[in-house]
Nanobody, 124 residues
Framework: QLQLVESGGGLVQPGGSLRLSCAAS????????RAWFRQAPGKEREVVSC????????YYADSVKGRFTISRDNAKNTVYLQMNSPKPEDTGIYYC?????????????????WGQGTQVTVSS
């Protein structure tokens, strides 16, 4: 079993910055990249960003491209999401995820493990 624990959420002003962290523990077989999903009130959960565990390639949803950056520290088994210039529409619960493949992650599918989520509110 793989456990994912997010931290770093909170209230941030539009145009500010926030960094989310996701620490992993436990054991998992096979490929497990990492990803960040989010769910806004009344909306479905959607992929924000994915990072490939083998070559570090990344994917971003169009809505966050150029503003958010995903990265990982393999030594710490931790993934980060740097959120710059957030907008009110970025508000939601952010979930760390371990998708089965990078390709499925980009399709917002194929997640085998989820974190408990952390609330991000973008408001002045």
């Amino acid at each position: 079993q793989l456990q994912l624990v997010e931290s770093g959420g909170g209230l941030v002003q539009p145009g500010g910055s926030l960094r989310l962290s996701c620490a992993a523990s436990g054991f998992s077989l096979g490929y497990h990249g990492r990803a960040w999903f989010r769910q806004a009130p009344g909306k479905e959960r959607e992929v924000v960003s994915c990072i490939n565990s083998s070559d570090g390639s990344t994917y971003y949803a169009d809505s966050v491209k150029g503003r958010f950056t995903i990265s990982r520290d393999n030594a710490k088994n931790t993934v980060y999401l740097q959120m710059n210039s957030p907008k009110p529409e970025d508000t939601g619960i952010y979930y760390c995820a371990a998708p089965s493949t990078f390709r499925l992650c980009m399709l917002s599918r194929g997640v085998d493990y989820w974190g408990q989520g952390t609330q991000v509110t973008v408001s002045s």
